[in-house]
T-cell receptor, first 122, second 106 residues
Framework: QVQLVQSGAEVKMPGASVKISCKAS????????FHWVRQAPGQGLEWMGW??????????PQQFQGRVAITRDTSASTVYMELSSLTSEDTAVFYC?????FGSGWYYYSYWGQGTLVTVSS | EIVLTQSPATLSLSPGERATLSCRAS??????LAWYQQKPGQAPRLLIY???NRATGIPARFSGSGSGTDFSLTISSLEPEDFAVYYC?????????FGQGTKVEI
C-alpha cells in the first residue's frame, strides 16, 4: 500500500533553513508527482510547490519563489522540501502529498504524509 | 491566481441532518475542483475529485456538484465522524489554490 512518511518535528531560529523529507513506498516512485502544502496553526492549506520525480522538474508559487526548493532522490524514493530565511510566520505543519491520475488525465492529491511541524522561534 | 471562496465559514448541524457547503471560484475552472476533509491532527483526505467523483472508499452520502465558478459539497445525512473541516481546491491553473475551509460542527 502507498505510504508517505515524513521526517520529524523541527525547531529553528529565525533566519535559518529547514529541510523536510518525505519517503514514499508501495509503488514505483517515479510514476507520480508530489506537492508540498503548508498549514499554519488554525489556518487553511497553502500550496508550496510541485516536483516530478521522473524529471526533477519543479514549480513554485510566486510567494515562495527564491525561498523554497523541492528536490528528490530517486534511489531513496524520497522528496525533500527546503525552506530558507525562516520567520515566525513559517511556523506551521508541512505536508507532502502525492498525485493520482484519474480518468483521462485529471490529477488530484490522493495520498498525504503525516505532516511535519516546524516551529520557528528565538 | 484563482481565488476560492468557501461559505459558510462554520456550519452547525446535528447528526442525521443534511450539510451543503459552497465553493465559489474567482473565474471559471470548468470542473477541475476537489474537496478534502481534514480532522484535527490529521492530514487532509481526498473526498471528491473533478467536481463530482467520489474518491476510493468515500461513502455515498458525500456528493459533489457544480461547474464553472460555483460548486457544492453535500453530505446527505451527517454521521458523527463527518464533523470536520472541508476544503475545496482547484487544479485548473497554476498555482493550485485552496479555499479557506468550512468547519462542520455539532
Amino acid at each position: 500500500q502507498v505510504q508517505l512518511v515524513q521526517s520529524g518535528a523541527e525547531v529553528k531560529m529565525p533566519g535559518a533553513s529547514v529541510k523536510i523529507s518525505c519517503k514514499a513506498s508501495g509503488y514505483t516512485f517515479s510514476d507520480y508527482s508530489f506537492h508540498w502544502v503548508r498549514q499554519a496553526p488554525g489556518q487553511g492549506l497553502e500550496w508550496m510547490g510541485w516536483i516530478s520525480p521522473a524529471s526533477g522538474a519543479t514549480r513554485y508559487p510566486q510567494q515562495f519563489q527564491g525561498r523554497v526548493a523541492i528536490t528528490r532522490d530517486t534511489s531513496a524514493s524520497t522528496v525533500y522540501m527546503e525552506l530558507s530565511s525562516l520567520t515566525s510566520e513559517d511556523t506551521a505543519v508541512f505536508y507532502c502529498a502525492r498525485e493520482d491520475r484519474f480518468g483521462s488525465g485529471w490529477y488530484y492529491y490522493s495520498y498525504w504524509g503525516q505532516g511535519t511541524l516546524v516551529t520557528v522561534s528565538s | 491566481e484563482i481565488v476560492l471562496t468557501q461559505s459558510p465559514a462554520t456550519l452547525s448541524l446535528s447528526p442525521g441532518e443534511r450539510a451543503t457547503l459552497s465553493c465559489r471560484a474567482s473565474q471559471s475552472i470548468s470542473i477541475n475542483l476537489a474537496w478534502y476533509q481534514q480532522k484535527p491532527g490529521q492530514a487532509p483526505r481526498l473526498l471528491i475529485y473533478h467536481g463530482t467523483n467520489r474518491a476510493t472508499g468515500i461513502p455515498a452520502r458525500f456528493s459533489g456538484s457544480g461547474s464553472g465558478t460555483d460548486f457544492s459539497l453535500t453530505i446527505s445525512s451527517l454521521e458523527p465522524e463527518d464533523f470536520a473541516v472541508y476544503y475545496c481546491q482547484q487544479r485548473y491553473n497554476w498555482p493550485d489554490t485552496f479555499g479557506q475551509g468550512t468547519k462542520v460542527e455539532i
